[in-house]
Nanobody, 114 residues
């Protein structure tokens, strides 16, 4: 199993970023996928989840209405569109799936600052 995140960077408050997670080594199209984040000095927290076929999503209250999770099963990729970014969104963002055990990518850093 391999999960590789990309798309992080420095963005000003109010800006947007789209994160990607390329997955391999498992049956991606039948697997629920999630995004988590970990801010400096804080616990890792769940951000959003999408079901296997992409027609059902949920998101944490802190990002609801601003972040959208989606997936392309033909590309084995899950996305996180982040709009109206705030400084408190600064964190390392991780792609996750559970296949009897949790699998994580190495993360991509998002910094929201002016």
């Amino acid at each position: 199993v391999q999960l590789v995140e990309s798309g992080g960077g420095l963005v000003q408050p109010g800006g947007s970023l789209r994160l990607s997670c390329a997955a391999s080594g498992f049956a991606f199209s039948t697997t629920v996928m999630s995004w988590y984040r970990q801010a400096p000095g804080k616990e890792r927290e769940w951000v959003a989840m999408i079901n296997s076929i992409g027609d059902s999503t949920t998101a944490a209250d802190s990002v609801k209405g601003r972040f959208t999770i989606s997936r392309d099963n033909a590309k084995n990729t899950v996305y996180l569109q982040m709009n109206s970014l705030k400084p408190e969104d600064t964190a390392v963002y991780y792609c996750n799936t559970w296949l009897g055990v949790n699998y994580w990518g190495k993360g991509t850093l998002v910094t929201v600052s002016s």
